[in-house]
């Protein structure tokens, strides 16, 4: 199995922005799909983010027009780019392969390598 080191929390006033990076062990994972997902208190792990082999972007309606997600299969690592961002953003943060299925806000579907420690971030004032 991948496995995958996230890193780039922290805390961020509302409005600002981050940049988290994922990590994975093997060169293998340049060859699938990969996805962002968060984990917010009290509730169920949601997906986010995705960016396909080919390069193809996706995102769940709450975080369209503000967050990006990249790639770079050289250094196997995929990037999420976080804007304007909202107190309800605050969640712990993974990336992992890409979902085969996912519909709005965020229930996905698939198989997917063991999770990693994620990266808090947390959007206050």
């Known amino acids: 199995q991948v496995q995958f080191v996230e890193s780039g929390g922290g805390l961020v006033q509302p409005g600002g922005s981050l940049r988290l990076s994922c990590s994975a062990s093997s060169s293998i994972a340049s060859m699938y799909g990969w996805g962002w997902y968060r984990h917010a208190p009290g509730r169920q792990r949601e997906f986010i983010a995705q960016?396909?082999?080919?390069?193809?972007?996706s995102y769940v309606d709450s975080v369209t027009g503000r967050f990006t997600i990249s790639r770079d299969n050289a250094k196997n690592t995929v990037y999420l780019e976080m804007t304007n961002l909202k107190p309800e953003d605050t969640a712990v943060y993974y990336c992992?392969?890409?979902?085969?299925?996912?519909?709005?806000?965020?229930?996905?579907?698939?198989?997917?390598?063991?999770w990693g420690q994620g990266t808090q971030v947390t959007v206050s004032s």
């Open positions: 960016v396909e082999s080919g390069g193809r972007t």
């Open positions: 992992n392969r890409g979902p085969s299925r996912w519909r709005n806000p965020g229930q996905y579907w698939g198989q997917f390598d063991s």
